[in-house]
């Protein structure tokens, strides 16, 4: 994955907390793991996400390094 592509996604992923700098992050390997939205993503951000090869996984949102 391209750097400005997690760069993007986690743009996106911002505009749905309500603290946008109070939400964690993690990594593992190659994966990054970030915290579930506090609100629903919108269609058109999530189509965005998706082409970034952005998914949603069981505790949150995910992307391959």
Known sequence: MRTSAIIE???ILEKYRDKPDG???SAE???LY???T???V???DLDRLSELDWFQSDEGWTCFT
């Open 9 to 11: 996604g986690l743009q």
């Open 34 to 36: 970030v915290y579930a």
């Open 23 to 25: 939400y964690h992050c």
């Open 29 to 31: 390997h190659d994966v």
């Open 42 to 44: 919108s269609a058109v």
């Open 38 to 40: 506090d609100r629903p």
